[in-house]
């Protein structure tokens, strides 16, 4: 089945040392998204891709980077990991929508992320 | 700047009866998506219906249907026969027409089912 995969479902990572999310599709979207949700909250976009157009979000901290080295694989780097960023980290794809908006975002499972 | 608001924090329901979930939307676009989604506890995100903002005809998938009032923007979610595997977030979204790419979330309604 065409999915999106995030590894690993759980991380956990000491304060300030760098972590790597994963994230990788087989649905050959264009589009790819990183959101951050914190609990019983709605998830908060961080940045997208639109292919190799990087689109970061104007209140993400430049502690949060990614990467998307082909369509198929996205990364998302924490440079400094604090306390608050523990989080769940969401990927999803969807399809370039054009004019119409007409289609919905796939999700991954998430990244739990637990700092200590 | 588009907005959702869900308006309804947490609401309970009587298994086998109907449920609506309230989502209204600002937005000065005239060609946008709207989409609900669910999160179990176990954490993934569940595409459940959209809505286009052209369609003439209120979405409806399974059990699942939105009543869409377009003057007033409002796309509220309802659910018919509720069953216990129900009991979730819900989200509403807003994706912007002509090449928009972002999507909004409104803050969710925690729905719970009651046997």
């Known amino acids: 089945d065409a999915m999106v995969i995030q590894n690993p479902r759980y991380q956990v990572t000491q304060f300030g040392k760098p972590v790597t999310l994963s994230c990788s599709q087989t649905?050959?979207?264009?589009?790819m998204y990183w959101y951050q949700q914190k609990s019983s909250q709605a998830p908060k976009l961080l940045f997208h891709?639109?292919?190799?157009?990087?689109?970061n979000e104007a209140d993400t901290p430049d502690n949060f980077q990614s990467r998307r080295p082909n369509t198929s694989f996205c990364f998302l780097d924490i440079r400094s990991p604090g306390l608050g960023d523990a989080a769940m980290y969401l990927c999803?794809?969807?399809?370039?929508?054009?004019?119409?908006?007409?289609?919905?975002?796939?999700f991954g499972p998430g990244t739990r992320l637990t700092v200590t | 700047a588009q907005k959702i608001t869900q308006t309804q924090p947490g609401m309970f329901v009587q298994e086998k009866e109907a449920v609506t979930l309230d989502c209204t939307y600002d937005?000065?676009?005239?060609?946008?998506?709207l989409f609900w989604y669910k999160q179990p506890s176990s954490g993934e995100m569940i595409f459940l219906i959209y809505?286009?903002?052209?369609?003439?005809q209120n979405a409806t998938e399974g059990r699942y249907s939105l009543n869409f009032q377009k003057a007033r923007k409002s796309a509220n979610l309802v659910i018919s026969a509720s069953q216990l595997g129900d009991s979730a977030m819900y989200f509403c979204?807003?994706?912007?027409?002509?090449?928009?790419?972002?999507?909004?979330f409104g803050p969710g309604t925690r729905l719970s089912v009651l046997p």
């Open positions: 891709y639109y292919d190799k157009d990087f689109n």
């Open positions: 979204a807003m994706r912007e027409g002509n090449y928009g790419q972002n999507f909004v």
């Open positions: 649905l050959n979207h264009n589009v």
């Open positions: 999803a794809t969807s399809r370039d929508s054009g004019v119409s908006a007409a289609y919905e975002q796939y």
């Open positions: 809505q286009g903002s052209y369609d003439e």
């Open positions: 937005t000065s676009d005239q060609s946008y998506g």
